[in-house]
């Protein structure tokens, strides 16, 4: 089974050359940020999540957390070592403003550090990225009393954090939630419910796990407009802010699953006793408000892990294509047989993938330096459009990137032949494990529907042709050696502004029926643009002078992009006839008739 190798070298060109690190360094925000590092912190973050958290990947697969008796779970060994040694590295806080106990890093590089802990080991990472999300839940609408007793522990890592959305009878539909929260004299709050799908709702690797939970108080209207969000600690705090007495929530089940089996995913129960003690978060009744205000994170975050599991995939792939003789190739020496990666199909379906996993790595670097500008520009109109970008460009990558690494999983499987379907190679692992991505953080339906009918709608569909734009400005200027990728560029364009158009003039089911064929077009185009931009930089250092071992890599980048905008992007751009087909096929049948 291959070791994780960390992308070092292509992490470092895309944030160079599509995040323009250089220039994020100079916000205030990241004054600490010295980018000439930049090289020395992936290096460091690569040695410790390829040595730490990548070892453990296969052990927690064949060996998953478990619930003991008590209600306690026990994770796989080696987890809470390996989780402490990430508290002590700090790679937790790496991405936090140092008023945090951050290290000030901007978030499209913590997004670098993030891929290499995905990838090393889903299962395990998903504990600090739920942690995440409830800190910065926490930092954008907790009250200072509430930031300055739980935001230090969570950004640490001492403390970890959960978000209990999901009930039995509420999965995506968060208005159906029936768990209660009745305010108590003492100006807390008792609640009474049971969560489901809590991702580690209950473990051994951190001293207390901070809850926050969505729920109704009393005199709460029907439907999201009803819900307010809640702090749940797993043990109270004492007078010394120190975990005390144990709240009233547990885990009463674990969930067995096709993927990530070390992750513990927990029925929760609260209140069984006297109520979980609960603590509102901002005002009663703006809790989804609050949970949507983090979601541009989480939903990067969940797109990036398709990223990492698809590149942790290819890897493994590629070295067993390297390795692996069948067959007989024209200059094969008489009896011998030829490697299987000289075999044509097989090259197919490695630069398939190869060329899928830079365009994703691009799309989510690209989008978390969007996220960075919207949040610390100095300029108003400047931190309007990143905002505006950022907003546009999370559904394509949590949806597309979730997608192709379902898809691209497959493929390295499939180098594998029959020995990927025995689990010992460990080749199953990865499709097992990043399937659950695009399902959850929203589906990827719903990122389809979001995409169509709120990001399309900004500025009646200026933002998105604003993109379109640059995306054509790239393939006019494109130089003469990268003349192969303007003809495909320019011909998505096209398609790219007619579907929109189209959509945009056709609200209501038509452009829903074919908002999930959009979303995959529009992320592919831009997923094409970053590509050939990164030729076209690659292209400017080869000229530079670079040789050896850079000049190879230089080379590449332009093949990439070739083979993606040339063979995979008119495969997306083909998806026109289903974007603007229309809801009537797709009423046609009745109910019954579909049986």
Same mark, same amino acid.
């Given at each position: 089974m291959t070791t994780y190798r960390p992308p070092l070298q292509d992490m470092l060109f895309v944030l160079e050359h599509i995040c323009d690190v250089r220039s994020l360094a100079k916000l205030e925000a990241f004054g600490s940020f010295d980018p000439d590092s930049l090289p020395d912190i992936l290096s460091e973050a690569g040695r410790f999540f390829s040595e730490v958290f990548?070892?453990? =990947?296969?052990?927690?697969?064949?060996?998953? +957390?478990? #619930?003991n008796d008590d209600g306690s779970v026990t994770t796989p060994p080696g987890f809470r070592d390996a989780y402490e040694g990430y508290v002590e590295a700090g790679w937790g806080a790496a991405a936090f403003g140092p008023e945090l106990g951050g290290g000030g890093l901007p978030w499209a590089v913590g997004l670098a550090l993030q891929e290499m802990? *995905? @990838?090393s080991n889903l299962a395990l990472s998903l504990c600090p990225l739920l942690t995440q999300g409830g800190l910065h839940l926490l930092d954008l609408h907790g009250s200072p009393a509430q930031r300055a007793e739980y935001l230090p522990k969570l950004v640490s890592g001492e403390w970890t954090a959960t978000m209990l959305l999901t009930e039995p009878h509420a999965g995506s539909d968060l208005g159906a939630l029936t768990t209660r929260a009745e305010r108590s004299a003492d100006g807390s709050y008792r609640l009474r419910g049971q969560k489901i799908f809590i991702t580690w709702g209950e473990h051994d690797m951190a001293a207390n796990t901070i809850h926050l939970v969505l729920a109704r108080t009393p005199d709460a209207? @029907?439907? +999201?407009r009803g819900i307010s969000c809640f702090i749940v600690p797993k043990f109270l705090l004492d007078a010394s802010g120190n975990p005390g007495d144990r709240n009233d929530i547990a885990c009463v089940s674990i969930e067995h699953?096709?993927?990530i089996h070390a992750s513990p995913t927990c029925v929760m129960s609260l209140g069984e006793d006297d109520g979980a003690v609960g603590y509102l978060v901002g005002e009663e009744n703006m809790g989804m408000v609050y949970m949507f205000t983090m979601m541009n994170n989480a939903r990067l975050g969940v797109g990036l892990e398709g990223v990492g599991v698809a590149d942790r995939a290819y890897q493994q792939a590629l070295d067993h294509a390297a390795e692996r003789r069948q067959g007989r190739r024209p200059d094969t020496a008489p009896g011998e047989r030829a490697a299987i990666i000289e075999h044509p199909d097989v090259r197919r379906m490695l630069l398939t993938q190869k060329a899928c996993i830079e365009a994703m790595r691009c799309?989510?670097?690209? =989008? @978390? *330096? @969007?996220?960075?500008?919207a949040q610390h520009h100095p300029d108003?109109?400047? #931190?309007?459009?990143?905002?505006?970008?950022c907003d546009l460009l999370t559904p394509l990558s949590k949806a597309w990137c979730t997608d192709v690494a379902n898809e691209t999983t497959s493929l390295a499987l499939q180098i594998h032949g029959g020995m990927g379907y025995v689990e010992e190679t460990g080749a199953s692992q990865y499709c097992r494990d990043v399937r659950i991505a695009a399902i959850y953080e929203g589906t990827n339906g719903i990122q389809a529907i979001d995409l169509v009918g709120r990001k399309l709608a900004v500025r009646d569909g200026a933002v998105v042709h604003e993109l379109l734009d640059r995306v054509a400005e790239t393939a006019e200027g494109l130089h003469p050696d990268l003349a192969a990728l303007r003809e495909p560029l320019a011909s998505a364009v096209a398609g790219g502004r007619s579907c929109t158009d189209w959509l945009l003039g056709n609200p209501g089911d038509a452009a829903l029926a074919g908002a999930a064929p959009y979303l995959r077009l529009l992320a592919s185009v831009v997923g094409a643009w970053l590509l050939a931009r990164s030729a076209e930089a690659a292209r400017a250092e080869l000229a530079a002078g670079a040789t050896g071992a850079e000049a190879e890599y230089l080379n590449a980048k332009t093949v990439t992009a070739e083979f993606f905008c #040339?063979?995979?992007?008119?495969?997306a751009t083909a998806l026109s006839p289903a974007v603007t087909g229309g809801n009537a096929i797709l009423a046609a049948l009745s109910a019954e008739q579909l049986r």
């Open positions: 990548a070892p453990l =990947n296969r052990t927690g697969d064949t060996t998953p +957390s478990v #619930r802990m *995905t @990838a209207p @029907a439907g +999201s699953k096709m993927g799309l989510c670097y690209y =989008n @978390a *330096t @969007a996220l960075d500008l108003d109109a400047d #931190r309007l459009a990143a905002q505006e970008l #040339r063979q995979l992007l008119p495969q």
